[in-house]
């Protein structure tokens, strides 16, 4: 396992990749977890290269705060990448490197995906993600990237931003890796007292429940039966639930046996902001 920590120091290691050999990508603000591992470990299944991001991209946060409170463990991560394997490159690059004096997210038109769900409550959360996105895609050229479903939202806008700029990558989303009792991996689960990180497994529950009525009940019964559940828990407050269109991210109103539907949520604990998902039909 390399680290390497500047744009031509990530250049000269990549020249010495034999351009007959498949290169993967996994980028991620560090903090690493099993979630982490599992795209990893996937990437080198299918590459005989993987080269690992570790930047915590400031253009995809509204909130200073979150932005200042999300944890940076770099040795951590490096412990941790090395034990798996040593055919890795991990580019942990400063803000300097890869926005020089501008830090500023481009304008992209997501063709309405970054409208709803995250894109309604974060703003200009996408830009700032596909902005990172495009220019590690651009400095590493890889020929798969691997993101987790858990941000099922995100993973739609950068296969969307793939099209849109033609970049020759195939995005591959992989399924969301989950806590013994069901919590969705994420490094903000470790700012959670244990109690609340235990009884987190709520979400998920709630989750499985809506999907176990949908296929029963109408779409407005079943957000309508979230929002119950949320507003008897003193612990959690719902952000937002969300029933849509897959492909298209559209909230549905009503069911249509053609289409494929997803159910989204965003909910708050002890000042912490959890996000999940799971496929409804």
């Not at 993967?24 to 590459?47: C, F, R, Y």
């Not at 509204?62 to 990448?81: A, F, G, H, S």
């Not at 501008?102 to 409208?115: E, M, P, Q």
């Not at 952000?239 to 849509?244: G, K, L, P, Q, R």
């Amino acid at each position: 396992m390399l680290l390497v920590k500047t744009v031509n120091e990530l250049k000269d290691e990549l020249n010495k990749i034999d351009d007959s050999t498949n290169l993967g990508m996994v980028p991620t603000m560090g903090a690493l977890h099993q979630g982490h591992m599992s795209l990893i470990k996937k990437a080198l299944t299918e590459n005989q290269n993987v080269v690992v991001s570790i930047f915590v991209n400031p253009t995809q946060f509204n909130n200073t705060e979150d932005l200042e409170k999300y944890p940076k463990t770099l040795v951590d991560d490096v412990d941790l990448i090395s034990s798996i394997s040593k055919n890795i490159i991990v580019f942990a690059p400063s803000i300097g490197e890869i926005y020089q004096d501008r830090v500023k997210s481009k304008i992209y038109d997501f063709a309405g995906l970054d409208k709803v769900m995250e894109g309604e409550f974060r703003d200009n959360h996408f830009n700032g993600v596909g902005t990172i996105i495009e220019a590690l895609f651009s400095l590493v050229k890889p020929k798969r990237a691997y993101f987790g479903e858990k941000d099922f939202q995100q993973l739609r806008i950068i296969q969307k931003l793939v099209e849109l700029q033609k970049i020759p990558v195939e995005v591959i989303g992989c399924e969301i890796v989950r806590e013994n009792h069901g919590l969705a991996m994420s490094s903000r689960n470790e700012r959670l007292s244990p109690t609340i990180r235990q009884n987190a497994a709520f979400i998920y529950e709630t989750l499985k429940t809506a999907k176990h009525k949908f296929g029963m009940e109408s779409v407005l019964n079943v957000k309508d039966w979230v929002a119950k559940q949320f507003k008897n828990s003193t612990d959690f407050k719902l952000e937002y639930f969300e029933i849509t269109d897959v492909e298209t991210l559209t909230p549905a109103k009503n069911k249509n046996i053609n289409i494929k539907y997803r159910a989204f949520i965003a909910v708050y604990v002890e000042g912490v902001r959890l996000i999940d998902n799971i496929a409804l039909n």
